[in-house]
């Protein structure tokens, strides 16, 4: 099959997400009170207490200003499709097309994801009227793009693997809501993984939660500094490795378990 | 009336205990959305002890007082959350037909809505004033169930202003979501971190202060109060509730006739 049609499908998915005008102005006005709200947030915090080491309130502010745009990107579940699929019974008809169907998948969510990418620059001329964000040196904006995209893949297997859940138990969404709930938490998108105290903060360190927001941000602030940037890498590496080969099994597991009861 | 009301939750009661699974489910679901919440707070206050002169101990009880009468909302109103669903779907129009008033019916349509949240939020308030430190006097007694009374007043105007744009665009989903994500995250904090302006809109506006900042500063002896007000006012919540739902109800109003009027 000719990579021309999963760029196909990742344009019309793009084009599908778009013609919700009303729903993406709704979400960059949202964006715009978020970014008004932490600022606010911080600046009252640091005003009152002593500040944390390494980060000072301008990082602070840069951090969950990024980590807002970051999540732009990274809420839009593009294997949602899947759930859908399996509750409808068209993943049958799906499976005997002649694609790749989790090809077909990672790129109708790609598709979705370059549309919430393009909002990412209206979100940050308007954030930038409410907020100073720090710009670091093109060395470490490179590094940050390099952890983003792999936290991105980790992200990607991560919802495949929820939404693959379908398969053996049809109602998934109470379960998807809270691992989604939990690792807003856990990743460090809404606090920085290391104000967790002491055995607790290495814990969340080490889950796979913080590959997808807390590493290409640290990076961005200069917490990681770039001695230790291959071995963050590393870590990255390895979650996307393990969740996409237990992708690649579930996946097939699943599809087996469809042709077996007949489907 | 009345009797139609009772009869209403005699049905939603046998109901609940016909599905009891779900219900386990719901209070799992319930107690892990508002323990993420709580968590990131107490993350947040190991690190910053003190939030314009609040404590955590005062930041739970703030949290609690909203969650209170948010959950009392959403026990007692959630079915105005769905009406964009019915007139989608074109089963709003019967209402119109029958001798009720639209609202009425609306909050009265057989719905599977469990008090899981509501359960949990008391809990979690009888926790908060423990902790916070509140002096618990008949007065208190008396008034805090007011409050919430007031603030899921507050809420149900919200609900209903956003229904009501239904009637014009249909696809408000996104919309509601925002907002009530919003409003969460706005009313988590004192307002005294806000710039005048803002607190001046969330007061007089969209008045969620009313619903946990000012009561909750009242009741823990704040002396300084956002906008320079008196602490006092916090005893206007249900007050401000019931006029809300009064503009909000008008709001309405204006919307089921211009939804008649198209006969759509």
């Not at chain 2, 101990?57 to 009406?83: G, I, P, Q, S």
Request: charged share 10%; with cysteine.
């Amino acid at each position: 099959m000719a990579a021309g049609a999963y760029v196909e499908f990742a344009r019309k998915a793009f084009a599908r997400e778009a013609t919700y005008r009303m729903e993406v102005f709704t979400l960059v006005g949202s964006l715009i009170l978020r970014v008004y709200l932490l600022r606010s947030l911080w600046t009252a915090l640091y005003a009152q207490n002593a500040e944390p080491p390494g980060l000072p309130l301008h990082s602070m502010i840069t951090y969950a200003t990024v980590a807002l745009l970051m999540s732009l990107v990274l809420e839009v579940d593009g294997t949602r499709l899947i759930r859908e699929r399996v509750r409808e019974g068209t993943i049958a008809t799906d499976l005997m097309k002649p694609i790749s169907v989790p090809i077909y998948f990672f790129s109708d969510g790609l598709g979705q994801t370059l549309l919430h990418a393009l909002l990412i620059v209206p979100s940050l001329l308007f954030a930038l009227l409410l907020v100073h964000v720090d710009v670091p040196p093109p060395q470490t904006l490179a590094a940050f793009a390099f952890a983003f995209l792999l936290g991105y893949g980790v992200n990607f297997f991560i919802n495949f693997l929820m939404n693959s859940v379908a398969f053996w138990t049809l109602e998934t969404f109470a379960m998807q809501l809270i691992v989604r709930w939990g690792s807003d938490l856990l990743s460090g998108q809404i606090i920085p993984l290391m104000f967790f105290p002491g055995a607790l903060g290495r814990f969340v360190f080490a889950l796979p939660f913080a590959a997808v927001y807390s590493t290409p941000l640290l990076i961005y602030v200069g917490i990681i500094p770039a001695s230790q940037w291959p071995r963050y890498f590393f870590i990255q590496a390895c979650w996307l490795a393990s969740f996409g080969l237990l992708s690649l099994w579930v996946w097939t597991a699943a599809s087996r378990r469809i042709v077996v009861q007949g489907g | 009336m009345l009797a139609a009301y009772v009869e209403y939750w005699r049905i939603n009661l046998l109901t609940m205990l016909e599905y009891r699974a779900n219900f386990v489910m719901w209070f799992v679901f319930a107690v892990f959305y508002h323990g993420v919440a709580l968590a990131a707070l107490t993350v947040t206050m190991l690190q910053f002890p003190s939030m314009n002169g609040w404590n955590l101990r005062e930041m739970f009880f703030l949290y609690a007082l909203w969650m209170t009468a948010h959950e009392l909302h959403n026990a007692l109103f959630f079915n105005v959350v769905a009406v964009p669903e019915y007139i989608r779907e074109g089963r709003f129009d019967r209402f119109l037909v029958r001798p009720f008033d639209t609202l009425f019916q609306v909050l009265t349509v057989p719905a599977q809505i469990f008090p899981d949240g509501l359960i949990l939020a008391i809990v979690t308030l009888c926790f908060a004033v423990g902790v916070a430190g509140v002096r618990v006097d008949a007065f208190f007694v008396a008034f805090v169930p007011l409050v919430v009374m007031g603030g899921a007043l507050i809420d149900l105007g919200i609900s209903l202003v956003i229904a009501t744009i239904a009637f014009w665009f249909i696809r408000v989903d996104t919309l509601r979501w925002v907002v009530m994500s919003l409003e969460q995250d706005f009313t988590r904090y004192p307002i005294s971190i806000y710039t005048r302006a803002v607190g001046i809109v969330l007061s007089f506006v969209f008045p969620f202060a009313f619903m946990n900042y000012f009561p909750a500063s009242y009741f823990l002896n704040k002396t300084d109060v956002a906008l320079n007000l008196n602490p006092a006012v916090g005893l206007l919540t249900p007050a401000i509730g019931v006029a809300w739902v009064a503009v909000a109800y008008a709001f309405w109003r204006v919307g089921l006739r211009h939804y008649e009027g198209t006969g759509s």
